[in-house]
């Protein structure tokens, strides 16, 4: 990859949500809500605090994470949709 986020931010790659229901019925992309849960590509060195200190990011490469539907700013890469986002936006780390 040839992005690497500055300070805070994170690159998100969104995961698939699964695009049948229980019953069987397949859901257009149309129709589709956006996924909210995605895994994390790279993450910058991180926060600068006032006092001028760095403090690193609590996420890290491979993490999954929960974020909301309309975080962080979409790009596109060699063809793939990723998201940068700043880590306020994240939710939580999927264990």
Known sequence: MKLRPLHDRVI???LD????????IVIPDNVAEKPDQGEVLA???????EDGTVR?????????ILFGKY???AV??????????REDDIMAIVE
């Open 56 to 64: 690193p990011l609590d996420v890290k490469v491979g993490n999954r």
């Open 76 to 85: 596109k890469v060699e063809g793939e949709e990723l998201l940068v986002m």
């Open 71 to 73: 975080s962080g700013q």
């Open 43 to 49: 993450v910058g060195k991180g926060k600068i605090l």
């Open 17 to 24: 949500n699964e695009r049948k229901t229980a019953s069987g």
């Open 12 to 14: 998100v790659k969104r």
